[in-house]
Nanobody, 114 residues
Framework: VQLQASGGGLVQAGGSLRLSCAAS????????MGWYRQAPGKQRELVAS???????NYADPVKVRFTVSRDDNKNTVYLQMDNLKPEDTAVYYC?????????WGQGTQVTVSS
C-alpha cells in the first residue's frame, strides 16, 4: 500500500487547510485511516483517525477545530483543519492500519504563522 498526502502549506493563525491522502495498492478492510503529526523536537502524535465504519477519534487539542473524513470509493482520507494555531505547526503524516499491517505516507508540512 502506498499513501500519497497533499494539501500542506503556510497559513496564518485562524486560517484553514485541507489535507488529503490517497491510498493505492491492495487495501484490506476493515481498516483505520488517520493523521499523525510531528513537531520539531517532539514525538509523533495522533491527530485524528476514522474507521471503515465511520467512527472518528480526535486528539484533545484539535477537537472541534479539525474534522477527519474518508471516501472509500476513492481510498482517500481527508483532514479539514480550521482555526489553525501556531502550535499546529508540524509535519503531518497519513496512516493506514489493517488487521495485519500499518502504512505511512511521506508527510506534508503545515506551518501556521502568528
Amino acid at each position: 500500500v502506498q499513501l500519497q498526502a497533499s494539501g500542506g502549506g503556510l497559513v496564518q493563525a485562524g486560517g484553514s487547510l485541507r489535507l488529503s491522502c490517497a491510498a493505492s495498492g491492495i487495501i484490506r478492510r476493515p481498516n483505520i485511516m488517520g493523521w499523525y503529526r510531528q513537531a520539531p523536537g517532539k514525538q509523533r502524535e495522533l491527530v485524528a483517525s476514522v474507521t471503515s465504519g465511520g467512527s472518528a477519534n480526535y486528539a484533545d487539542p484539535v477537537k472541534v477545530r479539525f474534522t477527519v473524513s474518508r471516501d472509500d470509493n476513492k481510498n482517500t482520507v481527508y483532514l479539514q483543519m480550521d482555526n489553525l494555531k501556531p502550535e499546529d505547526t508540524a509535519v503531518y503524516y497519513c496512516n493506514l492500519k489493517d488487521f495485519r499491517s500499518e502504512f505511512w505516507g511521506q508527510g506534508t508540512q503545515v506551518t501556521v504563522s502568528s
